[in-house]
């Protein structure tokens, strides 16, 4: 079967870290795969599914990714495959509309419990239709789909569940990084690895290490438009020392596996693979009682209330203060990720595209 996903970008995030991790794999798995880009920046995403022999269609670095022309680039590509499987806001709409008259078979990805456009009126129109557009909308977690369906109403369009995955013994078998331990000898380490979005609030996090011992240093793995927002921010707060930009990473698994906690302190997420990525190294993963997050690491991980600083480092002081209760999390922890392997989530979609 030759099938094309199509997404904004290879930039930092959860969707694009899914491309590299899942195309290889629906390859492998005997169906003829490619990858279409609205903007072809180079990116070590983009230079990773490459070196995995994954052929990339790109409409140029820097192309705008609401730019109305992609819908006609568009057409002229997808009249080759048989499935169309998109991913994030423009690719999604400008597919749906690419079809028109193609007929191809439609499939996209939800990753998010949230999307701002549904509390729009108009937006939420245009939303419902663009869906009804879709052979499958795929949930990433029960939450969204439990907020999609609430969206969509009494609507007849096919939805289903899988859940992201992650190679869990690739990060379980990670050697940890030596440069963590460089930057800050004899520290207590706090990682979290996500883009530098409104929604992912670092902002928190930055907070949390105000009220934390001068030997715990934060690492914040990722890029974004908020990233200067939040150096301003740990600027102010006297923080530069001990919180620590390290901006775009390949060696995301080495840096987990040397840190002393894993952390995400999203306002919302889908199903966070970065979560699920923090919890196979072994470590204590502590996360924002969200949507997203809850379902994951509730009985497993920490939960903290949302947007409280002062609870996230107390939870904290809690683990660092008892050792018994640190190895029995990080056990949970390693157990629950075993539970997102890959393997499922990529026998999940080539039953989608089968059926």
Same mark, same amino acid.
């Given at each position: 079967?030759?099938?094309?996903?199509?997404?904004?970008?290879?930039?930092?995030?959860?969707?694009? #870290?899914?491309?590299?991790?899942?195309?290889?794999?629906?390859r492998?798995?005997?169906h003829?795969?490619?990858?279409c880009?609205?903007?072809?920046?180079?990116?070590?995403f983009?230079?990773?599914?490459?070196?995995?022999?994954?052929?990339?269609?790109?409409?140029?670095?820097g192309?705008?990714?609401?730019?109305?022309?992609?819908?006609?680039r568009?057409r002229? *590509?997808?009249?080759?495959?048989?499935i169309?499987?998109?991913?994030?806001?423009?690719?999604? @709409? @400008?597919?749906?509309?690419?079809n028109?008259g193609?007929g191809?078979r439609?499939?996209?990805?939800?990753?998010n419990t949230?999307?701002?456009?549904? #509390?729009?009126?108009? @937006?939420?129109?245009?939303?419902?239709?663009?869906y009804?557009?879709?052979?499958?909308?795929?949930c990433?977690s029960?939450?969204?789909?439990?907020?999609?369906r609430?969206?969509?109403?009494?609507?007849k369009i096919?939805?289903?569940?899988?859940?992201n +995955?992650?190679d869990?013994?690739?990060?379980?078998?990670?050697?940890?990084? +030596?440069e963590?331990? &460089?930057?800050?000898p004899?520290?207590?380490? *706090?990682?979290m690895?996500a883009?530098?979005r409104?929604?992912?609030?670092?902002?928190?996090?930055?907070?949390?290490?105000?009220?934390?011992?001068?030997?715990?240093?934060?690492f914040l793995?990722?890029e +974004?438009?908020?990233?200067?927002?939040?150096k301003?921010?740990?600027?102010?707060?006297?923080?530069?020392?001990r919180?620590? @930009?390290m901006g &775009?990473?390949?060696?995301?698994?080495e840096?987990?596996?040397?840190s002393?906690y894993?952390?995400?302190?999203?306002?919302?997420?889908?199903?966070?693979?970065?979560?699920?990525?923090?919890?196979?190294v072994? #470590?204590?993963f502590?996360?924002?009682?969200?949507?997203g *997050?809850?379902?994951?690491?509730?009985?497993? +991980?920490?939960?903290?209330?949302?947007?409280?600083?002062?609870?996230?480092a107390?939870?904290?002081?809690?683990?660092?203060?008892?050792?018994?209760?640190?190895e029995?999390?990080?056990?949970?922890?390693?157990?629950?990720?075993?539970?997102?392997?890959?393997?499922a989530?990529?026998s999940?979609?080539?039953?989608?595209y089968?059926?």
């Open positions: 079967m030759k099938i094309l996903h199509v997404i904004t970008s290879l930039r930092t995030g959860g969707a694009e #870290k899914l491309m590299v991790d899942l195309l290889p794999r629906l492998d798995a005997g003829e795969v490619a990858l880009l609205f903007d072809g920046i180079r990116t070590p983009y230079d990773d599914i490459v070196a995995k022999g994954i052929k990339v269609y790109d409409f140029g670095a192309n705008s990714v609401y730019s109305l022309r992609n819908i006609f568009l002229r *590509l997808m009249r080759s495959f048989d169309v499987h998109t991913h994030n806001t423009s690719p999604q @709409f @400008f597919s749906a509309l690419a028109v193609l191809k439609l499939v996209t990805t939800e990753h949230h999307n701002r456009r549904r #509390k729009w009126p108009g @937006f939420a129109m245009v939303d419902r239709r663009m009804s557009s879709y052979d499958t909308v795929i990433i029960d939450q969204a789909e439990t907020n999609l609430q969206f969509l109403g009494k609507s096919n939805i289903t569940t899988i859940y +995955g992650v869990v013994s690739y990060f379980a078998n990670a050697l940890p990084s +030596g963590l331990e &460089r930057i800050a004899g520290s207590k380490k *706090l990682i690895v883009a530098f409104p929604q992912k609030d670092q902002k928190t996090l930055i907070e949390a290490m105000r009220q934390l011992p001068e030997d715990f240093y934060l793995v990722g +974004g438009d908020c990233m200067e927002e939040c301003t921010l740990s600027a102010s707060m006297r923080l530069t020392d919180v620590h @930009f &775009r990473r390949s060696d995301v698994a840096l987990l596996k040397a002393d894993v952390v995400m302190s999203s306002h919302y997420e889908g199903l966070s693979l970065s979560s699920v990525e923090g919890m196979s072994g #470590k204590p502590i996360a924002s009682d969200v949507d *997050l809850r379902e994951v690491v509730k009985g497993y +991980g920490i939960l903290f209330p949302h947007e409280d600083s002062a609870a996230l107390a939870e904290i002081m809690k683990l660092e203060e008892d050792r018994e209760m640190y029995s999390i990080s056990g949970r922890c390693r157990e629950r990720a075993g539970q997102f392997d890959i393997t989530m990529v999940g979609y080539c039953d989608i089968q059926s």
